[in-house]
């Protein structure tokens, strides 16, 4: 079946023949990566490959492979041996290579269809040299420097990327998505004579680097300098502007001596402090994680068992800033849905803290209270039942003998859970009663208090007063366990369904008692919890209250891999005591053995003689804190290193960042919105106060760039016969077996999709997000090697808005590669026979004409407009535009082709820079000033005209501005709706205005013959 052809190799795969068809699938199917190849010689005398998979010969395609038919010869290039082998020589698989033609293994025919495809990309223009040679070019000229002495007279504009994790897997297509438009940015202001800050840097200790290192044994210092090598070649071979030389990583001594500076202005200030608290323990990873890494009571990383466990933790006082972070976002120019899911998180919220008394065994008043906090005061009366949070902490006192040993398993069994689940409104509500009772301070009566896990211990008092009838998890709560339900407040119609909760505002009823003497019925929500308030201060059974469901920041943890924490702990006495500035940085010891000790100490705790201090001002023997800094801290500040990198005596110096704060435009994903967002504004407003920063906000404007998707995956399904069952008849998708469809068997048809060989059949078809697992992963390194870097970030601002989720496809990057091959045909002339093209151009240096200057300057202004409301899909629509028009012309003068390269030069950079170098120019573009719409050539050449037919508007025509009488009147004739009025009739006279009215007067006698 596979034919094997190779004339030119030494390689033992040479071999290869002597294997079965058989044997080769098999090789060919462990090795994943491997299609094996048809390589053919490029126009410049060096091999290139394009891929044929034999699993596509068999109508077969695991979509680890399926989906780099087109984009895995780079990959089998490097990472294979085999490919390494058998790089540069003639082996296929299906389809030959002989005489420079492409023909089929099978029947010897040419294939013109890939032939022609193959021959198109690889004429279209030369990337390869043109793509190395510049970003040689700007690396040894350091053209995107930006100077430490700058020229503050000039407007300053400072973008920048969320810096990445460098990660052990690289980029995928999906990193350059924000990449890309931020040095689209950069460029474009750098040639309209701003000064650009536009820097990069590496995110680099936390918890995956420590997890690679344990499990390989190698330290995670030179697995993550390894990957920053990595991610660094990759950004260069997109050619993005970053100033390399501010490049920064927070796990380099000189950096993180500033985060440890920050951690003590913290403490200093009564921000840093130790505390008790809950938390959640991974005993298999040896460390607290964060609410966000626990899903389903595992850790999100690995999927260990985590549990709830109370330790001793560095907190910082985020709650004390809460009313300001708040307050802030309203001035932000940020989506609303990040400010919203701030706004969340933070959770302020008016009402009050009620105390109820705890009974003793004799149904006495005892000297226990209960305080809860509720936003809905006017509903007191309709409390039935109080519950507290299982790590409550003095929950033994209110749990009877008789259901302690209840309480204590169920008190284990929720120290499982993450507070994201236990709060979870979908999830069924648990508890257990706690054997005890209170009493509601407005009727006196005595109400159950019950455990459960939906009421955290974090949040409030940890204890809450339960009204079924008007709370959804209430209701479900004491519907489950039959506790009662009372009405307390309706709809102002006077409805109520009695079968769910009514949770909104409205009239209140059955509230009022002789026992506190308090009466609410009839008054509104808002008046009835002015009054219940009122009553409670003057009773001292409560008081007005604002809370926030923001907690502090857990600060804290057991890893290596992370910046100390600059603090001692005397011997003799345990008191903390601060590092002075002088000793730092405090440099993270090396370590052999960095493994999770299990026992809740961190790994630090092996290091013994780092351990061991002496403190500087006493002279006592003292211990050093030995768990670390989470990996949020580095990442919350630097974007004022950035400002100002190699200053050794101060975090940032203040001119310099009087000069470039805030962040102009700061973009990366909306996953961020939360946790780094807003440790970064809290960070932020802590140094503003100490007078480091001038501005109140770090980050102007926010812009969060969408997911890419893999390419579309379809799916069949089957019922339990093997019968093909169209996906619009199913309900329920478990109760059928699912196959993958290869594309090739796929048809459009209307807005689904259907099996070729059986249109009825409707197919699943859906992109998922990329990752390892799925096998949908497209690594740019691929994409760069078979089409060019400027073809990728070309593609990825094509696909859709910024802001969109989008769908990677292979086919939608030959488009716009076949637009730059265009591009450059049209400026440096087709290539001649040998495929090789002219060192010059073939621009002329005469005039421009009116209709090139108007396409011109239409399209500058589109694209002006577009950059500036980073719209960049539909800017490079309109070069298309413009490339499309110019190919009907017969001469390019150079003014027009100078002022297009320049426009195209922040998409396209590479490509641009060879065509400006070509056009006679010594020094590169970046600088040159990005061109200016000029509005006398943005009206339009044609105009609306509108025709009368003896004094009565009947239609209108588009006519040149410098239409004649005669013209006007031929182009009336052949319109359709206007001809049926004017074929055949004798016309009296013409009356034309230019560019205002052509009325045609028709002969009476005629005019009554047409009517």
């Known amino acids: 079946m596979y034919q094997i052809l190779s004339s030119q190799s030494s390689c033992p795969l040479n071999l290869l023949p002597l294997f079965s068809a058989v044997s080769i699938f098999f090789f060919c199917f462990s090795t994943c990566e491997m299609n094996v190849q048809a390589l053919h010689s490029s126009v410049h005398g060096q091999f290139e490959a394009s891929s044929v998979s034999p699993f596509r010969l068999l109508s077969f395609s695991p979509p680890s492979v399926r989906l780099s038919r087109k984009l895995s010869t780079a990959a089998f290039r490097r990472k294979s041996s085999l490919g390494r082998c058998l790089y540069g020589s003639s082996l296929s698989c299906g389809i030959r290579v002989t005489h420079g033609r492409i023909r089929s293994s099978l029947t010897g025919e040419v294939n013109e269809v890939e032939e022609q495809k193959q021959q198109e990309v690889r004429r279209a223009y030369p990337f390869h040299e043109i793509e190395t040679k510049w970003q040689r070019y700007w690396e040894e000229n350091r053209t995107f420097r930006t100077p430490d002495e700058i020229d503050t007279s000039k407007p300053k504009f400072y973008v920048l990327d969320m810096f990445p994790y460098p990660s052990g897997s690289g980029l995928h297509v999906g990193h350059p998505l924000g990449y890309t438009a931020t040095d689209i940015l950069a460029r474009f202001k750098r040639m309209q004579g701003y000064n650009v800050l536009h820097p990069m840097g590496w995110d680099a200790f936390g918890l995956p680097a420590e997890q690679y290192a344990i499990e390989t044994g190698t330290h995670p210092k030179i697995t993550t300098l390894r990957n920053i090598n990595r991610f660094r070649s990759q950004l260069k071979s997109l050619g993005f502007s970053y100033d390399w030389d501010r490049e920064i990583s927070t796990i380099e001594p000189d950096y993180y001596k500033w985060t440890q500076w920050i951690f003590l202005q913290l403490l200093k200030r009564g921000l840093a402090y130790q505390a008790e608290v809950p938390v959640n323990w991974c005993p298999a990873l040896g460390t607290v994680l964060a609410n966000e890494e626990v899903v389903d009571g595992v850790s999100e990383r690995g999927g260990h068992p985590v549990i709830r466990k109370p330790m001793r933790q560095w907190m910082l006082k985020i709650t004390a800033y809460a009313d300001r972070l708040l307050d802030d976002l309203d001035d932000l120019d940020w989506p609303e849905s990040i400010k919203d899911m701030q706004r969340n998180w933070i959770g302020r919220s008016e009402g009050a803290e009620i105390d109820f008394c705890v009974l003793d065994s004799n149904g006495k008043d005892s000297d226990l209270k209960i305080t809860v906090y509720t936003t809905r005061?006017?509903?007191?009366?309709?409390?039935?039942?109080?519950?507290?949070?299982?790590?409550?902490?003095?929950?033994?006192?209110?749990?009877?003998?008789?259901?302690?040993?209840?309480?204590?398993?169920?008190?284990?069994?929720?120290?499982?859970?993450?507070?994201?689940?236990?709060?979870?409104?979908?999830?069924?509500?648990?508890?257990?009663?706690?054997?005890?009772?209170?009493?509601?301070p407005v009727n006196g009566e005595a109400i159950p208090i019950w455990v459960a896990d939906y009421v955290l211990g974090s949040y409030g008092t940890g204890a809450i007063m339960a009204v079924p009838a008007h709370d959804t998890r209430d209701h479900e709560f004491s519907t489950k366990y039959n506790i009662p339900i009372v009405v307390v407040v309706v709809p102002e119609d006077g409805s109520c369904d009695s079968n769910k909760a009514f949770s909104g505002e409205g009239i209140i009823t059955n509230s009022s008692s002789p026992t506190s003497g308090l009466d609410i019925n009839g008054l509104s929500s808002k008046e009835a919890a002015s009054k219940v308030i009122e009553w409670a201060e003057k009773t001292g059974n409560g008081k007005k209250k604002v809370n926030y469901k923001l907690r502090d920041w857990l600060f804290a943890r057991q890893r290596y891999w992370g910046e100390p924490i600059p603090v001692l702990f005397l011997d003799d006495t345990?008191?903390?005591?601060?590092?002075?500035?002088?000793?730092?940085?405090?440099?993270?010891?090396?370590?052999?053995?960095?493994?999770?000790?299990?026992?809740?100490?961190?790994?630090?705790?092996?290091?013994?003689?780092?351990?061991?201090?002496?403190?500087?001002?006493?002279?006592?023997?003292?211990?050093?804190?030995?768990?670390?800094?989470?990996?949020?801290?580095?990442?919350?500040?630097?974007?004022?290193?950035?400002?100002?990198?190699?200053?050794?005596?101060?975090?940032?110096?203040?001119?310099?960042?009087?000069?470039?704060?805030?962040?102009?435009?700061?973009?990366?994903?909306?996953?961020?919105?939360?946790?780094?967002?807003?440790?970064?504004?809290?960070?932020?407003?802590?140094?503003?106060?100490?007078?480091?920063?001038?501005?109140?906000?770090?980050?102007?404007?926010?812009?969060?760039?969408?997911?890419?998707?893999?390419?579309?995956?379809?799916?069949?399904?089957?019922?339990?016969?093997?019968?093909?069952?169209?996906?619009?008849?199913?309900?329920?998708?478990?109760?059928?077996?699912?196959?993958?469809?290869?594309?090739?068997?796929?048809?459009?048809?209307?807005?689904?999709?259907?099996?070729?060989?059986?249109?009825?059949?409707?197919?699943?078809?859906?992109?998922?997000?990329?990752?390892?697992?799925?096998?949908?992963?497209?690594?740019?390194?691929?994409?760069?090697?078979?089409?060019?870097?400027?073809?990728?970030?070309?593609?990825?601002?094509?696909?859709?808005?910024?802001?969109?989720?989008?769908?990677?496809?292979?086919?939608?990057?030959?488009?716009?590669?076949?637009?730059?091959?265009?591009?450059?045909?049209?400026?440096?002339?087709?290539?001649?026979?040998?495929?090789?093209?002219?060192?010059?151009?073939?621009?002329?240096?005469?005039?421009?004409?009116?209709?090139?200057?108007?396409?011109?300057?239409?399209?500058?202004?589109?694209?002006?407009?577009?950059?500036?409301?980073?719209?960049?899909?539909?800017?490079?629509?309109?070069?298309?535009?413009?490339?499309?028009?110019?190919?009907?012309?017969?001469?390019?003068?150079?003014?027009?082709?100078?002022?297009?390269?320049?426009?195209?030069?922040?998409?396209?950079?590479?490509?641009?820079?060879?065509?400006?170098?070509?056009?006679?120019?010594?020094?590169?573009?970046?600088?040159?000033?990005?061109?200016?719409?000029?509005?006398?050539?943005?009206?339009?050449?044609?105009?609306?005209?509108?025709?009368?037919?003896?004094?009565?508007?009947?239609?209108?025509?588009?006519?040149?501005?410098?239409?004649?009488?005669?013209?006007?009147?031929?182009?009336?004739?052949?319109?359709?709706?206007?001809?049926?009025?004017?074929?055949?009739?004798?016309?009296?006279?013409?009356?034309?205005?230019?560019?205002?009215?052509?009325?045609?007067?028709?002969?009476?006698?005629?005019?009554?013959?047409?009517?």
């Open 377 to 440: 005061p006017d509903t007191l009366f309709g409390a039935t039942y109080l519950v507290v949070a299982p790590e409550y902490s003095f929950l033994t006192s209110i749990t009877s003998p008789k259901e302690s040993k209840k309480v204590e398993e169920y008190k284990e069994l929720a120290s499982r859970k993450s507070d994201l689940e236990r709060t979870e409104l979908q999830k069924e509500k648990t508890g257990v009663f706690s054997g005890c009772y209170a009493r509601n």
């Open 574 to 1011: 345990g008191e903390s005591i601060p590092l002075s500035e002088t000793e730092l940085p405090l440099t993270l010891p090396e370590l052999d053995d960095f493994t999770p000790t299990g026992t809740g100490e961190p790994p630090l705790a092996k290091a013994d003689s780092w351990v061991q201090a002496t403190d500087s001002l006493t002279g006592k023997p003292a211990r050093r804190e030995t768990s670390t800094m989470p990996q949020w801290a580095g990442s919350c500040w630097y974007y004022l290193r950035f400002m100002d990198p190699k200053n050794s005596k101060e975090l940032v110096g203040k001119t310099k960042e009087m000069y470039w704060s805030p962040v102009d435009v700061y973009v990366g994903g909306a996953e961020h919105a939360v946790l780094h967002l807003l440790y970064s504004r809290f960070w932020h407003k802590v140094l503003y106060d100490l007078g480091v920063v001038s501005s109140k906000e770090p980050f102007k404007c926010v812009i969060n760039q969408g997911i890419i998707l893999g390419e579309v995956q379809y799916t069949a399904l089957k019922d339990t016969d093997g019968n093909l069952v169209s996906a619009d008849s199913v309900d329920v998708l478990s109760e059928y077996n699912q196959e993958r469809i290869p594309e090739e068997k796929v048809m459009k048809s209307g807005d689904y999709f259907v099996l070729k060989d059986s249109p009825d059949i409707r197919l699943i078809a859906r992109a998922h997000k990329m990752s390892k697992s799925r096998g949908n992963v497209v690594n740019p390194d691929d994409v760069v090697f078979e089409y060019g870097a400027d073809s990728l970030r070309l593609y990825e601002m094509f696909m859709g808005p910024l802001r969109d989720s989008k769908q990677w496809n292979t086919s939608g990057i030959e488009g716009v590669h076949r637009f730059l091959g265009r591009t450059w045909r049209l400026i440096v002339g087709p290539p001649s026979a040998d495929g090789t093209f002219n060192d010059g151009t073939v621009v002329t240096d005469e005039e421009p004409t009116l209709e090139q200057l108007r396409s011109l300057h239409k399209c500058i202004m589109k694209v002006t407009e577009e950059v500036e409301g980073t719209r960049f899909n539909t800017g490079i629509s309109a070069m298309m535009e413009f490339v499309n028009v110019a190919y009907k012309w017969d001469r390019y003068p150079r003014s027009i082709v100078e002022a297009f390269t320049l426009l195209l030069s922040p998409y396209a950079p590479h490509l641009a820079e060879e065509l400006w170098s070509r056009l006679g120019h010594s020094e590169s573009l970046a600088y040159e000033p990005f061109p200016k719409a000029n509005p006398i050539y943005l009206k339009d050449s044609t105009i609306v005209l509108p025709v009368q037919i003896n004094g009565k508007t009947r239609g209108t025509i588009q006519v040149e501005e410098t239409c004649t009488e005669e013209d006007a009147f031929q182009i009336a004739e052949q319109d359709e709706k206007l001809s049926k009025y004017l074929t055949g009739q004798s016309i009296k006279k013409r009356i034309f205005v230019p560019g205002k009215i052509l009325n045609v007067i028709l002969d009476r006698q005629s005019s009554k013959v047409s009517r």
